[in-house]
Structures are given as structure tokens and as C-alpha cells.
Nanobody, 121 residues
Framework: QVQLVESGGGLVQAGGSLRLSCAAS????????MGWHRQAPGKQRDLVAA???????NYADSVKGRFTISRDAAKNTVYLQMNSLKPEDTAVYYC???????????????WGQGTQVTVSS
């Protein structure tokens, strides 16, 4: 299995910045892509940003130009740099990873426990 642990959430004023980190751990696994979803109360969990093993990135329109996703493959860690935060960014942010056990072909989606990001006006 793959375990994902997020960190970096917190309370910040509008216009401020936060950096989220998500570290993956496990035995003999290979991660194809990692990223972040977020879910606000009463709303659907939506993709924020993702990065593939090949380096391709994808961002939600609402965060383009403000958020940057990056990945350190050696550390099995993905980051989300969030700048110019807005109150509407307030949500629980969940790290996800698509991974497989080495020497197998089946991929599974793994989720972190979530980290709260609150942006005050």
C-alpha cells in the first residue's frame, strides 16, 4: 500500500501564501501521477492540480496563475505552492496519487487524510 501524509495547511489572510506538502511512503511502489483535490462544505471534491510522472501539469481554471504544483520524485513528495489566496480557496485539500506495486500493472488511487486551508477576508 501507499500512505500519503499532507502538511502545510492552516489559516492565512487573503493575499497570503501557503505551501502544502504530501509525502508518499510504502514498499516497492511506483507513482504515475500525484496531485491535489479540494472540497469545501456542501460542495463536490474537485481537482486543483496534478502532475504526471512525465512532468505534465493540469490546473483548475480558478487557480491558474496563483498555484504551482511541483514534484520531488526522489522524495516521493508533491508540493502545492499557493499564492494570492482568496477566501473561496477555503477547503480541505486532499493529496492523491495513482500508484502501482512494482512488478505489477494494476494501478490504484490513494488519498491522504486531508489538510484544512482557511483563508480569511
Amino acid at each position: 500500500q501507499v500512505q500519503l501524509v499532507e502538511s502545510g495547511g492552516g489559516l492565512v489572510q487573503a493575499g497570503g501564501s501557503l505551501r502544502l506538502s504530501c509525502a508518499a511512503s510504502g514498499s516497492d511502489f511506483s507513482i504515475n501521477d500525484m496531485g491535489w483535490h479540494r472540497q469545501a462544505p456542501g460542495k463536490q471534491r474537485d481537482l486543483v492540480a496534478a502532475v504526471t510522472s512525465g512532468g505534465s501539469t493540469n490546473y483548475a481554471d480558478s487557480v491558474k496563475g496563483r498555484f504551482t504544483i511541483s514534484r520531488d520524485a526522489a522524495k516521493n513528495t508533491v508540493y502545492l505552492q499557493m499564492n494570492s489566496l482568496k477566501p473561496e480557496d477555503t477547503a480541505v485539500y486532499y493529496c492523491h496519487a495513482r500508484a502501482r506495486r512494482k512488478f505489477t500493472t494494476t494501478q490504484w488511487t490513494y488519498w491522504g487524510q486531508g489538510t484544512q486551508v482557511t483563508v480569511s477576508s
